[in-house]
């Protein structure tokens, strides 16, 4: 007798308007208004939109000003990321009940291998419908889920299950899914090689996948002539790997005026390398190379890194790196819009490392102290004392 099978085994499930949709938990007076969460000052963009909003033409990362004026109703809620946080654990808590093989993308979305439930579900659709009715009913918010059988095109399947559907690439029906499908649906397809392939008459995905290999090469490169070649046909052996953690954690900030000054930029830098560090520490991380970025007033950006000695979740050291980083930059005296921290080469915080002086001991020593308060009382019950003998924080958190 045959195996059991899931023909359709690679789910892509997506969270509808996730940060609209957890401020509606939270307020049930946002139920059916056009609302987006984001910065409203001057430089605030839209970070989510509901449904309601995007009948109006308001999308993610459009510009505050822009939004207002196409939606004169729209209600503004800033940003809680924190609490996004609280429920996106939830909701992957769900993913991981029904597979350990889940690859997050982002705190809404996360590609799922459930062929192992082939013994538990006849099928993707009763897999999906399954996680869909959990999600519903504990967390009581909307996802949609696109299924097939491969990674790219479950995500193509979910957008056109939105908002708060199902859509199912069957097995052996991809090409008819694709053929009709303008290019710029596959991943890498930009408005320069969406250009590129419009100057060779090639303007859906079918055409696309019926052009000759070495004409595509020949205008797009090799490396992507052969990539949308393969993803046109649908072609892709990718598959969902789970990850241990992010590459990297930083945090940015967007001025609402811009600022200058090496005394300003360093009280600003030492409030980032704190958060960084604090995050590191909670997720049991320590991170060898710092980076640090800057945005001018004329969107000119530029980075600097250096690589520490040994890993750390001190923020003094961010801290002491950052400012041998600005220095580098000589932008003391410029006028700066946006500011960054990153941390990367990233390990576990258990990891051997390199023998710690004794001050660089009593440095991490004090930091679990401070966390330990932090954890009791809150993220900013403590902080650096010159942070609290400024002015309040002029700045808001760009998400991360």
């Avoid at 609280?86 to 291998?113: H, K, M, N, Y």
């Amino acid at each position: 007798m045959d195996e059991p099978r899931i023909a359709e085994p690679i789910l892509h499930v997506d969270m509808d308007a996730f940060y609209v949709e957890v401020e509606r938990l939270d307020n049930r007076g946002l139920v059916g208004q056009p609302v987006v969460v984001g910065g409203e000052g001057p430089r605030g963009v839209v970070a989510s939109a509901s449904y309601e909003a995007r009948a109006t033409g308001v999308r993610s990362a459009m510009p505050m000003s822009t939004a207002r004026r196409k939606c004169p109703g729209l209600v503004i809620v800033p940003p809680r990321h924190r609490r996004y946080g609280e429920i996106s654990e939830r909701v992957f808590s769900i993913f991981r009940d029904f597979t350990p093989l889940v690859q997050g993308l982002s705190v809404d979305e996360a590609f799922l291998d459930v062929r192992g439930l082939r013994r538990h579900y006849p099928n993707s659709r009763a897999v999906a419908e399954a996680i869909r009715a959990r999600i519903r009913s504990e967390l009581l918010l909307p996802a949609s889920v696109g299924a097939a059988t491969s990674l790219y095109l479950a995500k193509m399947a979910s957008g056109h299950a939105k908002p708060d559907g199902l859509h199912i690439i069957t097995a052996g029906s991809e090409q008819a899914f694709l053929e009709h499908l303008d290019v710029q649906e596959l991943w890498g397809v930009g408005k320069s090689t969406r250009s590129k392939l419009a100057s060779m008459r090639i303007g859906t995905i079918g055409q696309l996948a019926r052009a000759p290999l070495p004409l595509l090469r020949r205008h797009l490169g090799e490396a992507t002539g052969d990539h949308l070649h393969r993803l046109a046909n649908g072609i892709d052996e990718r598959v969902v790997e789970p990850r241990s953690g992010a590459k990297s954690i930083s945090v940015e900030q967007t001025f609402e005026h811009d600022i200058s000054g090496t005394e300003a930029l360093r009280s600003q830098l030492l409030r980032q390398a704190d958060q960084v560090a604090w995050r590191l520490r909670r997720a049991g991380l320590s991170g060898r190379t710092v980076s640090l970025k800057l945005r001018f007033p004329d969107f000119r950006t530029i980075t600097r890194a250096e690589t520490l000695r040994s890993a750390t979740d001190v923020s003094r050291e961010f801290y002491r790196s950052c400012c041998r980083l600005l220095d580098r930059t000589g932008a003391g005296g410029r006028p700066v819009r946006l500011l960054g921290v990153a941390v990367s080469g990233l390990q576990p915080t258990g990891a051997p490392r390199q023998l710690m002086a004794d001050h660089e001991e009593r440095w991490e020593n004090l930091e679990e102290t401070v966390d330990d308060l932090r954890v009791r009382f809150g993220r900013h019950a403590v902080e650096p004392a010159r942070l609290r003998s400024g002015e309040s924080d002029p700045a808001h958190d760009a998400q991360d």
